[in-house]
């Protein structure tokens, strides 16, 4: 079953164009349990690991694990998202997102960005603006949803008052203080003050961004 199961965990993702990282994102599982999987390294993955893979990719957990034959439809290549289950979140501007949602009404259109995933009713996304963020490149969409609540090394968005605009920070937690680590290098970790508003936290981000805009 591991050998077969690896063959096809490994087609799957290659076909969705997911490394371990963004599946792990996706559907809750940690990426080393994914790579243990593809790497064919764990002989008796339980029901709790089986389960989230099978579901993401619309298979049963006997196609998935190769004890049934996977349909044509989802051979290696012909990997597609239905278009029905996809939800758009507004593109909006870094400023906008200062008053995000009261900046958002019926006469206002913007951009979204498509995604798989279910977020609040106030996510909204972003662009990646500058090139010399950290591992993120520029153009890159982040998806952002104020519902969820910010946990140690998440990504947020964070305003400061009397800033232009709001920024991209990595929250950190020690001893029940909130620090701010920049995206950029050369800049120092912050302390989280009353001065500061979180405006939400980075759900999803979409590097294939003309694929994902209408």
């Known amino acids: 079953m591991s050998e077969k199961l690896s063959k096809n965990i490994n087609a799957l993702m290659e076909e969705a164009n997911l490394n371990a990282e963004e599946l792990s994102r996706r559907i809750g599982l940690p990426a080393s349990t994914i790579k243990k999987v593809r790497n064919n390294k764990d002989a008796n993955p339980t029901l709790s690991t ?10 049963s957990i ?5 004890d049934e034959p996977i349909p044509k439809s989802r051979i290696k290549g012909s ?21 995000w949602p009261a900046t958002s ?3 206002n259109h913007h951009p979204v960005i498509m995604t798989e995933h279910i977020y609040s009713k106030n996510a909204y996304a972003l662009l990646v603006e500058e090139d010399n963020w950290e591992n993120l490149a520029k153009n890159t969409a982040l998806l952002i949803d104020p519902a969820l609540e910010a946990e140690h090394r998440d990504f947020v968005i ?12 990595q929250l950190l937690l020690d ?11 050369g800049y120092n970790i912050a302390v989280f ?9 980075v759900a999803e981000y979409r ?5 994902n805009i209408m």
């Open 50 to 59: 089986l389960a989230p893979l099978a579901k993401y990719f619309s298979l």
């Open 62 to 66: 006997s196609q998935l694990v190769g």
């Open 79 to 99: 990997y597609k998202i239905n278009p029905a289950t996809l939800n758009a979140v507004p593109l909006i501007s870094w400023q906008n997102a200062i008053t």
């Open 105 to 107: 009404n019926e006469h």
């Open 158 to 169: 964070v305003y400061k008052k009397g800033q232009k605009i709001p920024t991209l920070k």
């Open 175 to 185: 001893e029940g203080q909130i620090y701010l680590k920049p995206v950029i290098q």
């Open 193 to 201: 003050t009353t001065e500061h508003k979180l405006l939400g936290v």
């Open 207 to 211: 590097k294939h961004l003309k694929k």
